[in-house]
């Protein structure tokens, strides 16, 4: 009976964990979000990387800006805002259970108000990084 | 050594980052891909959006520097948390500190990094 058992490293039993991650829905989808942040490291050193052309220089920047023009850089560039975006929604939804219960008065406010308002704050933001980056002319 | 002093979690402090981190990705972070990476290479921007001296004095001003700084550096304490549990995940034992010292000191590593470009810029 005891050579059934498969333990693992520590000695412990170890469930076999062959694709666990596609025998539910709700698994691979949480598989899929906590994936997002394979995606979120590569973007932070993407923005590692311009942040340290802009302290090298003009031409460091100009070269910066040619990487970001290629095709495979652009097709990259649109994985990741899918999955920055599926990260967002993921976040505001869970943001009502990681969050302590908000009181008006003694009503509680629903889950559903929270959701809301981080979508109404994510689209202003948006909106302000999308109007404060585009722009110059003079 | 006193046996009675509880051995204190670095969880915390680490979550906190990663919280912040969750929460600059989640707001900034489709935004800042969709114009640096998709809207400015195609063309869709006006002409200098992008050019050095405006990038230069918007990112090298003190509200600029900050902004940067905190943002760059709490999305990387948020990819490795995140990657850190994840290991977990893919079956690979992560008890004990050494997947600890690689993950959390790189998300350290490149927030000093970070820190030394603003510092210069």
């Known amino acids: ?138 | 050594m006193s046996a009675r002093r509880p051995r204190r979690s670095h969880e915390p402090v680490v979550w906190l980052l990663f919280a912040a981190g969750g929460m600059v990705a989640a707001m900034l972070l489709p935004a800042l891909i969709l114009v640096i990476g998709l809207a400015e290479p195609a063309g869709m921007l006006p002409q200098a959006s992008l050019d050095y001296e405006r990038v230069a004095r918007l990112v090298g001003s003190p509200a600029g520097k900050l902004a940067a700084f905190t943002v760059v550096s709490v999305l990387f304490w948020h990819a490795m948390h995140r990657i850190f549990h994840g290991l977990h995940d893919l079956g690979i034992e992560t008890r004990g500190n050494r997947y600890r010292f690689i993950s959390y000191g790189f998300a350290l590593l490149a927030t000093l990094v970070t820190a030394g470009m603003v510092l210069i810029l």
């Open chain 1, 1 to 138: 009976m005891s050579s059934e058992r498969r333990d693992g490293p520590s000695g412990r039993y170890d469930r076999p964990m062959g694709r666990w991650y596609l025998r539910r829905a709700y698994l691979f989808r949480y598989t899929l979000r906590e994936l997002t942040a394979v995606f979120v490291l590569i973007e932070a050193l993407i923005l590692l990387a311009g942040l340290s052309a802009l302290v090298a220089g003009p031409a460091a920047w100009a070269g910066f800006r040619e990487t970001l023009s290629h095709p495979l850089m652009i097709g990259l560039h649109a994985i990741l805002l899918l999955a920055a975006l599926y990260n967002s929604i993921t976040w505001f939804l869970v943001a009502p259970k990681a969050m302590p219960a908000i009181f008006i008065g003694t009503r509680p406010v629903s889950d559903r108000v929270i959701v809301v308002a981080h979508l109404i704050v994510f689209a202003i933001l948006s909106a302000l990084i999308v109007a404060l980056l585009a722009g110059g002319g003079a």
